[in-house]
């Protein structure tokens, strides 16, 4: 199975294999969820490109700050004198880990700007909160971004022949295939090797909680009810440790930028009453809500409502990551019991997306009223009666946009 990985190459691996092919422009930053194979993304273009290359990931040092980039650095700069006919590939692995990363890096390009050296830095990043701040406050003008989400379905049933309803329960993890025949030891794998990192790591230790155990129980709650709107202030009644609802709409925030659960909110004219409406939780992986979950796969396939759930969560998270990746919005609409479980949009295109596993009421109410009041670009019915899952999962999302 892990052989198949490596020899496995996903879209990214050719953006970034041209951009390494181009004369030295941008700093290159490449970021996403742990777990999603950007380390690996980046070693097969690098033996691809030929090229010579510094390796370096602040994930193995103690400690990092600028002085580590220097040195980094250095050692690529040493390459460019060895091979001053060749552009020499920086890597930094694990960058939002380095303290006031961004203007290290905007110096030391600065300075190889403009002398010449033909250094070509590669970032990766598991924090998105982080990376971005980084990239406006210091880099403004000086990268582009490739933005790595979670596996899709036809990707990891080309890379690891995952079979449909395997993919809807068991999601996009690529490093945790060859567990799936021991369904106890993957669920543990998940979630200690998977979630705990996540969240230690990229939310934890990289932003300031003031309740720990809240968020924790956040994700947990937000998990298991993915594909649900819950109003914050009935989501407080639900949770063991105190808190408000600002504390929970910022902390749903931070489990959004490390690709673990997001909130996808009301679509409406108004984007004052966007930001102030109930979130719909929305998991980035099933694997999340399974990991999490007593029942097993068998279990789960075989009743109706429960494998309904994680039939809408798996549209839903393929809907997330291609949002992601393309820099789409992604909310839901409700207007008293007529509702439309996603609604895909970018600029002034709008797409009603209603999924129906044999399980929901009747799913063409709520489009209707929602084509009337908004007119979209295109309405789409996901499951029973409409478009089979595995054509939706084989269609990318800005293509429902065109």
Known sequence: MLNMKSKYKRAQFGTLLERLG????FVQILFGPRQVGKTTLVEQVLEAANLPFVFASADAEARTD??????????ARLKAEQRPDQTVVLVLDEIQKVANWSEMVKKLWDEDSRSGRMIQPVLLGSSSLLIQKGMSESLAGRFEL?????????????AFGIALDQYIFFGGYPGAVDLLPDESRWKN???DALIEPAITKDVLLMTRINKPALLRQLFHLGALHSGKLVSYTKLLGQLQDAGNTTTLAHYLELLN???????????TASAIRTRASS???????TALISALSQESFQEIRETPNRWGHFFESAVGAHLINQAFEHGLELGYWRNGNDEVDFVLSRENRVVA??????????ALKGMARFSAQFNPHRTLLVGTGGMPIEEFF??????LLK
Do not use: C
């Open 189 to 191: 794998y998940v979630r």
């Open 22 to 25: 181009q004369p030295r422009r």
């Open 146 to 158: 490739i933005r790595i989400p979670h596996w899709s379905y036809p990707e990891m049933n080309a």
């Open 394 to 399: 084989e269609t990318p999302a800005a293509d």
């Open 279 to 285: 979130p719909k939780f929305q998991v980035y992986n």
């Open 66 to 75: 600028g002085f580590w980039i220097a040195q980094q650095w250095d050692r």
């Open 257 to 267: 930028t490390a690709g673990l659960l997001g909130g996808l909110q009301k679509f």
């Open 353 to 362: 997306i209603e999924v129906k596993s044999g399980r929901k009421r009747d």
